[in-house]
């Protein structure tokens, strides 16, 4: 019999297929992402993490480095200790590096260094509590670092170019080490200001920074106005106000005095009997020393308010500066026979 040809087909529709091809794509994608992100991990994690080489070349240099910090060979063990914690870095041995930078002196390199142990991811337990010792460390050490606070009065700030120890620096507030500093401002059309301070551990000081034009002669460039150092003017004026304290207590104790001697004795229209000269004695050494105090706070009062109009004192605007940025007041002290006094424009 002749073989019948018989003939097939399988129908799907379009959209399914379109969903299918939509599936497998998204899986294919998702599988690729993950395995880059697999080799991205794999790859970071070994660069990461210290070898077991690494780890146990850094143990030995940590032996070594406690050995000559033994012997007193200190910048030596530095050295070890720094490399031993560029191949396996540890928070303790960074601790130790911080430690043995405070003991050179090294104040701000050292709290740069608590600060990258109090920052670096903590593993573990131990590495926890080597991070908690290093905010303590830092924070007494922050206690202990010389402050150095810098003004700049003539020019304006922005036009001064201002160094500590030959590294550029801004106006504010600065910690450095223990020790000579070298502060220098430059400045447009002004002479170069130079100035040497000399601190120690827990000090602050404050500096400010007045800048004399190029071609000034000797002497401030204001019309012979001169400007005194904030601190005398409130030294004055604390001395002004102990010196009327003190005459306005003995004063109180002499008016009491007189008027028990007056009481005890019976006198008469201010005459008193021979038995009472001590007493009035001790109330008349009250009152002139009373007099005295008052007469000391006077002429500190008028040499109080001398040194303030003086130390905020008023200048001729730099080039570019205009009057309110200079606005402060002028001043010159007055000086004669009986008498102290200031002269000037407010």
């Known amino acids: 019999m002749p073989h019948a040809e018989r003939s097939w087909r399988i129908e799907t529709p379009a959209k399914t297929v379109l969903v299918v091809l939509t599936v497998l794509t998204k899986r294919a994608t998702m599988?690729?992402?993950?395995?880059?992100?697999?080799?991205?991990?794999?790859?970071?994690?070994?660069?990461?993490?210290?070898?077991?080489?690494?780890?146990?070349?850094?143990?030995?240099?940590?032996?070594?480095?406690?050995?000559?910090?033994?012997?007193?060979?200190?910048?030596?063990?530095?050295?070890k200790y720094k490399k031993a914690n560029q191949l396996a870095p540890q928070v303790p041995v960074t601790i130790e590096i911080a430690k043995i930078q405070t003991d050179l002196g090294d104040f701000v390199q050292a709290l740069s260094t608590l600060e990258e142990a109090v920052a670096a991811p903590a593993m573990g337990y131990h590495e926890k509590r080597a991070q908690a010792e290093a905010a303590k460390l830092r924070d007494a050490l922050q206690l202990r670092a010389p402050k150095l606070v810098l003004e700049v009065f003539k020019p304006e700030a922005s036009k001064v170019t201002l160094t500590i120890d030959e590294e550029e620096s801004e106006p504010g507030e600065h910690v450095v080490n223990p020790g000579k500093h070298?502060?220098?401002?430059?400045?447009?059309?002004?002479?170069?200001?130079r100035k040497h301070v000399q601190l120690d551990e827990g000090q602050k000081e404050t500096v400010e920074v007045s800048m004399k034009r190029a071609g000034d002669e000797e002497g401030d460039s204001d019309g012979g106005s001169f400007a005194v150092p904030k601190w005398a003017a409130w030294t004055s004026w604390g001395f002004t106000a102990a010196a009327v304290g003190v005459g306005a207590a003995f004063g109180i104790v002499a008016i009491q005095t007189t008027n028990?001697?007056?009481?005890?004795?019976?006198?008469?229209?201010?005459?008193?009997?021979?038995?009472?000269?001590?007493?009035?004695?001790?109330?008349?050494?009250?009152?002139?020393?009373?007099?005295?105090?008052?007469?000391?706070?006077?002429?500190?009062?008028?040499?109080?308010?001398?040194?303030?109009?003086?130390?905020?004192?008023?200048?001729?605007?730099?080039?570019?500066?205009?009057?309110?940025?200079?606005?402060?007041?002028?001043?010159?002290p007055l000086l004669g026979p009986g008498f102290v006094g200031v002269a000037g424009t407010f």
């Open 31 to 79: 599988v690729a992402v993950s395995a880059a992100a697999l080799s991205l991990f794999t790859s970071f994690s070994a660069d990461a993490a210290p070898s077991a080489k690494d780890r146990q070349e850094a143990q030995v240099l940590v032996g070594e480095a406690k050995k000559l910090l033994g012997a007193g060979n200190i910048e030596k063990a530095l050295k």
């Open 182 to 193: 070298d502060l220098v401002a430059k400045a447009k059309g002004f002479e170069t200001w």
């Open 260 to 332: 028990q001697v007056l009481a005890d004795y019976a006198c008469q229209e201010g005459t008193c009997p021979a038995s009472a000269a001590d007493d009035l004695d001790i109330a008349k050494f009250n009152g002139n020393v009373s007099t005295a105090s008052f007469a000391l706070g006077g002429a500190g009062l008028v040499t109080a308010s001398v040194l303030t109009v003086l130390a905020y004192k008023k200048r001729s605007p730099s080039d570019g500066e205009s009057a309110d940025e200079s606005a402060m007041i002028e001043a010159r």
